[in-house]
């Protein structure tokens, strides 16, 4: 696909939070381990990350919180092969990384997510904190539906930069990743059916498909 296209800056741009990720060691449980190992996660950071692996040149546009936390969090994006050029910092006194806490699953136990993200630095993201010539360095803007779901605010401005990426000649990428932890069946759907029109590339799986 990216030998068609004309050479610019990234072939991907990935957009999405990026969190502190903490796991207790082997497969201990979140309640009853007292040390954690510290990691970056987050779902749009994974698939540029493996991109990367690839030998394409890929970014993330994501906020993260100007203290030593979301250094940690932009050298983690760093080592993956991510580019950090895009990447907005928070210096409002509220500002605050999201986490996740993960805890591997052993059989027959599944595994189990608990999150604090609520009011983080990147549910403040405004996309004109982005530099213009953003829009014009990418081939592909992928984007998810847990980004949708994090506010009204985040979806705004999502609609807004998929406009401009596509007015710039990217290709729309989207994955669905409906999480009902987030938001409801019914937003989502209504969200995420105005979107569909601009996507070039869909993610959706089956399950999501039938309830959807």
């Known amino acids: 696909m990216f030998e068609n296209l004309p050479k610019k800056e990234f072939s991907v741009l990935g957009m999405g939070e990026v969190m502190l990720r903490l796991s207790p060691t082997g497969k201990e449980r979140i309640s009853q381990s007292e040390t954690f190992d510290k990691m970056a996660g987050g779902s749009e950071m994974n698939v540029v990350a493996g991109i990367s692996q690839l030998g394409l040149r890929t970014g993330i546009i994501t906020k993260l919180p100007d203290n030593e936390i979301g250094r940690f969090i932009k050298n983690k994006i760093r080592y993956t092969g991510i580019s950090d050029d895009c990447i907005v910092y928070d210096q409002s006194p509220n500002k605050r990384l999201g986490v996740y806490y993960y805890e591997s699953g052993a059989y027959p136990r599944v595994s189990v997510v608990v999150y604090d993200r609520a009011n983080s630095s990147f549910t403040t993201f405004d996309a004109s904190e982005l530099k213009p010539k953003v829009y014009g360095s990418t081939n ?3 984007v998810s539906g847990i980004t949708l779901a ?19 000649g990217a290709l729309i990428s989207f994955d669905v990743n409906y999480r009902a932890s987030l938001w409801d069946e019914q937003t ?4 995420i059916l105005s979107l569909l029109p601009k996507i070039d590339i869909l993610f959706v799986s089956e399950e999501t498909l039938r309830r959807m």
Do not use: P, T, Y
């Open 140 to 142: 592909v803007f992928h």
């Open 150 to 168: 994090l506010g009204a605010s985040l979806r705004k401005n999502v609609s807004q930069m998929i406009d401009r990426f596509k007015a710039e």
């Open 188 to 191: 989502a759907k209504h969200e």
